[in-house]
């Protein structure tokens, strides 16, 4: 069964240092999300992206985040200049075209910022 | 606006004991879908159960059952005879176009 990919499982970086959160959807889905969970707390929407373009993106998807999808495959969340509470699980999501809006989650990756 | 409620932040049972996880929703859309999801302590999220709007039935997947009710905007979740397995938090969550909204979920305690 297709799944949703990320890469790394977790991360650690230093506060200031940029990072690249990898997902690879699954192949034939059209729409893309990230969601943040910081430790113990709810799953929180960060944005949506469809057609090489920022569908919608809540408060916390500041200027430090940014998304893009560089190849036909990978969909990346940037943060360019981590803070401590920056700190959470990012899950990354994808969702076939049209149809049942049922999203499909990846495994997350856990950052830690230092 | 979207919101997703559920009361019960903690609920620790017995084996084999029934336990039922609320969730109440509000939204403006006409069209949406309900979920619910378990995260183990592995912390990736297990996709349980859709609903859409439409279709108020209830359903049953061995020991999870699903009560969707629009007149009180509810999608409760039950589990018969829980298990230490079904320990984990479950969120319910809810989409009506580009998003989901969680619940803030529950955490679901089961002793042996």
Request: aromatic share 16%.
């Amino acid at each position: 069964e297709p799944e949703v990919t990320q890469t790394p499982s977790h991360q650690v970086t230093q506060m200031g240092q940029e990072v690249i959160l990898r997902c690879v959807p699954i192949s034939n889905h059209l729409y893309f999300y990230w969601y943040r969970q910081i430790l113990g707390q709810k799953v929180e929407f960060l944005v949506s992206f469809y057609n090489n373009e920022i569908s919608e993106k809540s408060e916390i998807f500041d200027d430090q985040f940014s998304v893009e999808r560089p190849d036909g495959s990978n969909f990346t969340l940037k943060i360019r200049s981590t803070k401590l509470e920056d700190s959470a699980m990012y899950f990354c999501a994808s969702r076939p075209r049209g149809g049942a809006y049922e999203q499909y989650f990846g495994p997350g990756t856990r950052l830690t910022v230092t | 606006a979207q919101k997703v409620t559920q009361a019960q932040t903690e609920i620790s049972v017995v084996e084999k004991e029934d336990v039922t996880l609320d969730c109440v929703y509000e939204t403006r859309d006409t069209t949406y879908y309900l979920f619910w999801y378990k995260q183990p302590p592995s912390g990736e999220l297990v996709f349980l159960i859709r609903r859409n709007s439409f279709d108020e039935q209830n359903e049953i997947s061995g020991r999870y059952s699903w009560n969707f009710q629009k007149s009180t905007s509810s999608f409760n979740f039950t589990i018969t005879a829980s298990q230490v397995v079904d320990s984990a938090v479950y969120f319910c969550a809810l989409d009506g176009g580009f998003k989901t909204i969680f619940g803030a979920g529950t955490r679901l305690f089961v002793k042996a």
